[in-house]
């Protein structure tokens, strides 16, 4: 065995691993929810040895997962699209006009990374309370449209275009909208399927924000409504886990379609905040 090899099967060794301690957890949840709160309680094993989705019916039932999945999926689409058109728009301008404060505006979008955004939920819950949107959808979704990293991303795409292309639309009577919308961003769908993963798969796993504004179980999304599964007899671990794994469903189905899109946005995203 040569070196290269001993250390090639080192790195698949330590890779296998790694991918061993990140399934368990799920997988552990899966058997979990597979069996009845008696054998839960009774016996702590880890194989799935029993078949028992009495805890799915339960849950699908007796809770308000289709109406937590609506907000869910609702909240998240529509920040989605809202952060992508504005920061779009926003990081053309910075990119393509030429305007007074300009470089100090980007400047301050650079800087709101040095912001923790937990730091901003105190002023944020008292903004939505004064506007009366405390539990409603707009007061979910209007603190979490503000995500610089999309400026940047795209600002940085639209500086590398040449700017023989934008004065080519120009001499053709073409308008800002036109170069925007017909020429840059059929020209880095790319970017802009990887940053839409990776704005939905956040503000659908967005948990405190949610938690806060919103106090009406009608209004709850996922994150929020699987911490109302208990009650007063105790915790249900089976029906615990079978709600985790129902609201985390849709995120890993969309992670094996778009497994290469997630993997490109994670890159963007740690590649500026780095």
């Known amino acids: 065995m040569t070196a290269k090899q ?8 330590l890779v296998l691993i790694a ?4 399934i368990f957890p799920l997988y552990w949840a899966l058997t979990t929810s597979l069996r009845s709160e008696k054998r839960i309680v009774s016996d702590a094993g880890v194989f799935i040895d029993e078949l028992n989705f009495s805890a799915y019916i339960e849950v699908l039932s007796t809770s308000k997962l289709p109406i937590w999945y609506l907000n869910s999926v609702g909240t998240s689409l529509i ?18 006009l030429r305007f007074p404060g300009r470089k100090a505006l980007y400047l301050l979008v650079v800087a709101s990374f040095m912001v923790p955004v937990p730091a901003l ?5 008292v903004l939505m309370s004064d506007l009366g949107l405390v539990n409603s959808w707009w007061g979910i979704i209007l603190p979490q449209l503000i995500v610089p990293v999309v400026v940047i991303v795209y600002k940085q795409f639209f500086d590398a275009i040449p700017k023989e292309m934008r004065e080519a639309v120009l001499l053709d009577g073409g308008g800002e909208f036109t170069l925007l919308f017909k020429l840059y961003l059929p ?11 990776i704005t939905f798969i956040s503000a659908w796993n967005n948990f405190f924000w949610p938690f806060l504004v919103v106090t009406s179980e009608s209004m709850m999304t996922i994150p929020v409504g699987i911490t109302q599964v ?8 089976a029906r615990m886990m079978a709600l ?3 609201a985390a469903a849709p995120v890993i189905i969309g992670y094996l379609i778009f497994q290469k899109r997630v993997t490109e946005a994670v890159m963007i995203s740690a ?3 780095g």
């Open 230 to 237: 208990n009650d007063s007899f105790g915790v249900f671990y």
């Open 244 to 246: 985790a794994l129902l």
């Open 19 to 22: 991918a061993a301690i990140w």
């Open 6 to 13: 001993g250390r090639n099967i080192a790195f698949t060794t």
């Open 187 to 197: 020209l880095n769908w790319g970017i802009t399927a990887a940053l839409a993963i």
């Open 79 to 96: 920040i989605t699209v809202i952060v992508l058109l504005t920061g779009m728009m926003c990081a053309y301008a910075l990119s393509q």
């Open 271 to 273: 590649g500026v905040k």
């Open 121 to 125: 939920y105190v002023a944020q819950f």
